[in-house]
T-cell receptor, first 115, second 114 residues
Framework: GDSVTQMEGPVTLSEEAFLTINCTYT??????LFWYVQYPGEGLQLLLK?????DKGSNKGFEATYRKETTSFHLEKGSVQVSDSAVYFC??????????????FGTGTSLTVIP | SAVISQKPSRDICQRGTSLTIQCQVD?????MFWYRQQPGQSLTLIAT?????????ESGFVIDKFPISRPNLTFSTLTVSNMSPEDSSIYLC???????????FGPGTRLTVT
């Protein structure tokens, strides 16, 4: 079945360091891929998305490219800030391959950025 | 995008009692979802709530423990019944955005059972 495997954390970086959080997926069709962020004490917010192969999602300096050949959707940011400290979730939606609305989430990666 | 609110934002409850969580969306949506996020864990789908029909529960979740109501296209409730400390979690409601490409989440209800 469809699934998402996400790099385990926690990750601790110094401010202005480069960030990569790995995410790979398994899907039978052509899923849409997402990164969600959860700040302390809050719900999940959509960070970025890509709906087809080679699409690049970007937002707030974060980027991720949908790589069908490697079934990956790694999250990157060139220079992290303390305010980026949060838990990041990779997610997959089989839509539009099928009409189901089930989203599959990775286990989450906790990021702490220190000044 | 959809704006979702949840009430209460947090609660501390006694073992054996029940808590009803409300979820309100600022637009009409066909499907609403309820998730549980246990401490340090990812999200687990509890059930899908369609307006006018019974909720569909995922494996491991039953209606007697987590009854759901969906009286209209903008509102749903989840009740956590006969609570035990193992029910201490964040409970999140979500909806699918237009085109079904995105899922939007409420801020969550942080439940602690003592």
């Amino acid at each position: 079945g469809d699934s998402v495997t996400q790099m385990e954390g926690p990750v601790t970086l110094s401010e202005e360091a480069f960030l990569t959080i790995n995410c790979t997926y398994t899907a039978t069709g052509y899923p849409s891929l997402f990164w969600y962020v959860q700040y302390p004490g809050e719900g999940l917010q959509l960070l970025l998305k890509a709906t087809k192969a080679d699409d690049k999602g970007s937002n707030k300096g974060f980027e991720a490219t949908y790589r069908k050949e490697t079934t990956s959707f790694h999250l990157e940011k060139g220079s992290v800030q303390v305010s980026d400290s949060a838990v990041y979730f990779c997610a997959l939606s089989p839509y539009p391959t099928n009409t189901g609305n089930q989203f599959y989430f990775g286990t989450g990666t906790s990021l702490t950025v220190i000044p | 995008s959809a704006v979702i609110s949840q009430k209460p934002s947090r609660d501390i409850c006694q073992r054996g009692t029940s808590l009803t969580i409300q979820c309100q969306v600022d637009s009409q949506v066909t499907m609403m979802f309820w998730y549980r996020q246990q401490p340090g864990q990812s999200l687990t789908l509890i059930a899908t709530a369609n307006q006018g029909s019974e909720a569909t529960y995922e494996s491991g979740f039953v209606i007697d423990k987590f009854p759901i109501s969906r009286p209209n296209l903008t509102f749903s409730t989840l009740t956590v019944s006969n609570m035990s400390p193992e029910d201490s979690s964040i409970y999140l409601c979500s909806v699918i955005g237009q085109g079904a490409y995105e899922q939007y989440f409420g801020p969550g209800t942080r439940l602690t059972v003592t």
